[in-house]
């Protein structure tokens, strides 16, 4: 056999096979010049081959053939009409298509979120949460801050508290989801999802692995949103289909006995892609630093888009979610140093007072339908409804009061404990509806208008009930019973108690407890609201207006002959004013106000059991006004390094009136008593970068000073001081580097944080200081060549500081979790 003359065919073919490849080539921009990562180039003869690429973070793109031929090229990109051109190639030519410039298109920007964002960075263009329709951050006359799921992910970040917390003016109050926003405390206790409000987010926090992105829309969004908290709203948006396939599933494990998994499938179901589908699903088996406290969880979010035509869009999206753990009340301490501060390490971070027993189970059901049709040539109907069902099934002890001996003194580092067994449910109910009209008056001046309802119901049902036992055990005559514990006669409190000095977490005896049962009144919280909204765009100006009425009722105890009635209604505006320098740079100011009713304020106060739970809550809340609110803002904002950088700062003034304070220590028969506190004043500066400063890192940044203080009180020793759980500065910093593909760690990424936050007050007691921390996590990530695995390593607290993120009171602070590690595996396909 000759091995010559074989090579030499091989090699022959081998030469024309190279040598026979056609190339073409481009640039996908959009009209300010700015690259489009992303698009969608798909490219096909007439034998109907087809072959696709995505255009790079440059814009750039590169198809190699295999033939010369007639070739279609079409380029798509969500918001963007289509580029459709006919090529061809002899001669083995390459083809440059040059830099081709998509069109934004009307009908295709979308003013329901139906499909899902392609981009893959930290940086989001638009914002569907402040004005109901997509509208580009920079041309948004309000701060909205945006963490993308890119971001999440490269932090590791599986709940929503670590996701936010790297927003500047945000910071958490507790260890649930529960945040400072500008200096003030939010009140509501339920989250925002894609815009509309649910309730009971709070305690278990909910699993990242369906979010597309977290919004924090900064001041009272009312208008929007209609109750709103003055400092700021959290919209939570979920992930919508793609037009494209892709798939990934992830596995990790990490401190505290955590396993995770999830997975992330979308892609077409039809071959004209006009059906389709993503399904997100995640588990968890997760323990803590904390005693006895896990949060076991399961995630299924399946979601389907139909686009008949290029007029009609639905969008139907479930969410389940199951939770198992315990309600963690926080770390307790008692001892004071000196008499001014409480000791903080009097305890260890980790101690927790609940029993062995102790459990809060919980049940969600969301369901999300979402409809946009084109009616006219810029006249758009758009509506969605969203469901929630949500039910609790918890038992706990707790702090009730630090016991007594027989002369009534407290005894040190014995805790009275209280038991509750509670079990209720509630749905929620939201509707909008709204028109969007898109026209011009003129070649200068253009307006989108928006006209429309919202509605909010919440029920909390028929049926609810818990069973109790507080404070101390009494014999026949009423008298408390003495027992003697470590040669001290004390006070026997009625569930128990727990030594801080001796501590030992046991399963308590629950069935010889003389229960206390009571049924939880039925309520049903309904408010609703018609608005207004128009931008107008003239030349460099853009001028945002809005105008809102809102009613609202509060139908407390239905179905019994205690049932109460209490309503208010409230004109809420919005103004502001945009001017863009140029195509990488906007001005703003705008002026809003807000308005929030005290049934929805008073949700998270401690004892807010006693107040919720008793037939006067009513009568007590109509002798308050409602809550309400200001912001004056002015901003500026910008776009660099070709569009892969987006900065924002702002300079904010927020006013809150008519403050509800509960005072806990109250000896009337309620065992609380409810003041209203006359006007908080919040202001400060700000800033937030996020994006790509150079080809290999990414950035997020943000900083924060707020002067957060109480402007008018009654208590005159009050007036000046400064709020509550509000630090004055943060700051965060996060970047991730990846080296070059030529480099000998091709594959590896590293990634480093920052956070500092400065020293603040219990939000509910003002003689106990939380120190200031600065944490610092790194993170480590491979990406084997021609793999679709990706390896994740990410160390938090590296050098295990002691910190606490909040406090209600000494009986609840929340500390923050000590050096702790997680390993995730990634699979994509």
Request: aromatic share 12%.
């Amino acid at each position: 056999m000759n091995y010559k003359n074989i090579g030499f065919v091989v090699l022959f073919l081998i030469t024309q096979t190279i040598f026979s490849q056609v190339k073409i080539t481009g640039k996908v921009v959009n009209k300010d010049n700015i690259a489009i990562e992303g698009a969608n180039v798909i490219v096909s003869n007439e034998k109907k081959d087809k072959k696709g690429i995505m255009s790079n973070t440059d814009g750039d793109f590169s198809i190699v053939l295999q033939e010369n031929g007639i070739y279609n090229v079409i380029i798509t990109f969500v918001g963007y009409e289509s580029y459709n051109n006919t090529v061809t190639i002899s001669n083995n030519q390459k083809v440059d298509l040059g830099v081709i410039s998509l069109k934004e298109s009307t009908e295709l920007l979308q003013s329901v979120e139906i499909i899902g964002r392609k981009r893959k960075d930290y940086n989001s263009d638009y914002s569907f949460s402040a004005t109901k329709v997509a509208i580009k951050n920079k041309e948004l006359p309000q701060s909205v801050a945006t963490v993308t799921k890119e971001l999440i992910d490269d932090k590791v970040a599986f709940q929503l508290s670590d996701a936010v917390k790297g927003v500047s003016s945000v910071t958490p109050v507790s260890m649930y989801n529960h945040f400072n926003i500008r200096g003030i405390t939010q009140n509501e206790d339920g989250q925002v999802l894609n815009g509309m409000r649910t309730r009971q987010f709070y305690f278990l926090q909910p699993l990242t692995q369906n979010i597309e992105r977290v919004e924090v829309v900064k001041g009272p969004s009312s208008v929007t949103f209609s109750s709103a908290d003055p400092g700021g709203t959290v919209n939570i948006v979920t992930k919508k289909p793609l037009a494209e396939e892709r798939k990934e599933v992830t596995f990790g494990i990490g401190s505290f006995n955590t396993i995770r998994g999830g997975l992330d499938f979308t892609g077409p179901l039809n071959e004209e892609k006009t059906l389709l589908y993503r399904l997100n699903a995640a588990v968890q088996e997760a323990k803590s630093f904390r005693d006895l406290v896990q949060n076991n969880a399961i995630l299924v979010s399946p979601s389907f888009s139909f686009m008949p035509s290029a007029h009609t869009s639905i969008n139907v999206e479930m969410i389940y979610n199951s939770s198992t753990g315990n309600l963690d009340r926080g770390q307790p301490v008692f001892e004071k140093l000196g008499g001014e501060n409480f000791n903080l390490k009097s305890t260890p971070i980790s101690r927790n007072i609940a029993a062995t027993n102790d459990f809060n189970k919980t049940k969600e059901w969301i369901t999300t339908i979402s409809f946009s049709q084109r009616l006219y040539e810029g006249v758009q109907l758009n509506a969605k409804y969203m469901k929630q069902l949500w039910s609790e099934d918890l038992q706990e002890h707790r702090y009730e009061k630090a016991v007594q001996d027989e002369n009534g003194d407290p005894v040190s580092g014995l805790v009275g404990l209280r038991y509750a067994e509670r079990k209720q449910s509630w749905n929620t109910d939201n509707i909008s509806a709204f028109l969007n009209f898109d026209y011009k008056l003129g070649d200068a001046a253009e307006f989108k208008t928006v006209i429309g309802y919202d509605l909010h119901r919440f029920d909390k049902t028929i049926g609810g009930g818990v069973n109790s036992v507080r404070r101390n055990l009494k014999d026949a005559d009423g008298n408390e019973i003495l027992t003697a514990y470590n040669g001290i006669n004390i006070k026997l409190p009625a569930a128990g108690f727990f030594d801080l000095n001796n501590p030992s977490n046991i399963i308590r005896n629950t069935n010889s407890y003389n229960l206390f049962s009571g049924a939880i009144p039925a309520q049903v919280l309904k408010t609703h609201g018609a608005y207004i909204q128009n931008v107008a765009k003239f030349y460099n100006f853009s001028l945002l207006f809005s105008l809102r009425h809102e009613w609202f009722e509060d139908d407390f105890n239905y179905g019994t002959a205690n049932r109460s009635k209490n309503t208010f209604n409230a004109l809420i505006p919005r103004v502001g004013l945009s001017y863009e320098i140029n195509n990488n740079l906007n001005v703003y100011a705008t002026y809003l106000e807000g308005f929030q009713p005290h049934a929805y304020t008073t949700g998270l106060m401690p004892s807010v059991a006693n107040f919720f739970w008793n037939n006067d809550r009513l009568s007590i809340l109509s002798t308050f006004k409602p809550l309400t609110s200001s912001l004056e803002e002015i901003g500026v904002k910008g776009r660099f390094f070709n569009g892969k950088v987006n900065a924002s700062a702002a300079a904010f003034r927020i006013r809150q009136k008519n403050v509800l304070l509960i005072n806990t220590n109250a000896t009337n028969d309620l065992g609380f008593e409810i003041n209203q506190r006359g006007e908080d004043r919040s202001q400060g500066i700000e800033f937030d970068v996020n994006g790509q400063l150079l080809k290999n890192l990414q950035i997020s940044a943000s900083g924060s000073y707020v002067d957060a203080e109480i402007v008018k009180s009654d208590d005159p020793s009050l007036i000046g001081e400064r709020t509550e759980a509000a630090p004055r500065w943060s700051g965060n910093l996060w970047a991730k580097y990846s080296f070059n593909d030529s480099s000998a760690l091709r594959g590896v990424s590293l990634g480093s944080g920052i956070q500092y936050s400065g020293d603040k007050l219990a939000w509910y007691q003002r003689d106990l200081k939380l120190p200031d921390y600065t944490i610092i996590d790194i993170a480590a990530y491979y990406k084997p060549l021609n793999s679709n695995f990706e390896f994740t390593l990410k160390l938090n607290n590296l050098f295990d500081t002691v910190y606490w993120t909040g406090a209600l009171n000494n009986t609840r602070l929340f500390p923050g979790a000590p050096q702790n590690f997680m390993l995730t595996t990634t699979y994509k396909f």
